[in-house]
């Protein structure tokens, strides 16, 4: 019993003293307003170092990532599971390989979207990719129809087409699209 009064008045002790320092430290005066207004007119008039090409480069990039990591979730989690016989009613592992695919689906249609937003940064890209905006809005209901077990093969054969597509359209425009499978991290936060 001793110890854990010794515990809670180390605890108190620490609390009072951390308050104190805050309340000590807080500035309530005109002087820290102007400083705050100062501060962000600055930041304010600061010009924007990127210029127009540089936005444009920027943007293939991004593309370039988003839609590789759209094929590579797509691939993984998707397209192999369903070549290896994995969403067939009876076969062992069936519904967890639905619900990983109903996420990569969900995961692909996000990063789809963001690339298509990228594309429209650089003008080739956006040309090539404005047809395809599309077809990936339709990749919208898919990932619930995955992770229920409808209709997989239609439904597979959907985000396997709209990938090769966004592949072909950036590939059309100078930007490599490659498969590269995304960590379970990014997988979760999208």
């Not at 515990?7 to 500035?27: F, M, N, P, Q, Y």
């Not at 040309?127 to 339709?138: E, R």
Request: glycine share 8%; aromatic share 4%.
């Amino acid at each position: 019993m001793p110890v854990s009064i010794r515990r809670l008045i180390v605890a108190l002790t620490l609390s009072c003293a951390l308050v104190a320092g805050a309340t000590a430290c807080s500035s309530s005066g005109s002087s820290a307003r102007k400083d705050t207004a100062a501060v962000a007119a600055a930041v304010a008039a600061t010009p924007s170092p990127s210029t127009t090409a540089e936005k444009q480069r920027l943007s293939k990039t991004r593309f370039v990532a988003n839609a590789s990591l759209a094929a590579g979730a797509t691939y993984q989690w998707i397209v192999k599971p369903w070549k290896a016989g994995k969403f067939k009613k009876g076969v062992k592992g069936r519904k967890l390989a639905l619900i990983k695919a109903g996420v990569a689906g969900a995961f692909a249609y996000n990063r789809l979207k963001a690339a298509s937003k990228n594309a429209k940064g650089d003008p080739t890209l956006s040309k090539a990719i404005g047809p395809l905006t599309a077809g990936i809005a339709a990749l919208k209901g898919l990932p619930a129809k995955l992770r229920k077990g409808k209709s997989t093969d239609d439904t597979v054969g959907s985000f396997d087409d709209i990938i090769n597509q966004v592949k072909d359209a950036g590939k059309s425009a100078g930007a490599n699209v490659t498969d590269k499978v995304p960590s379970s991290a990014q997988l979760t936060h999208g």
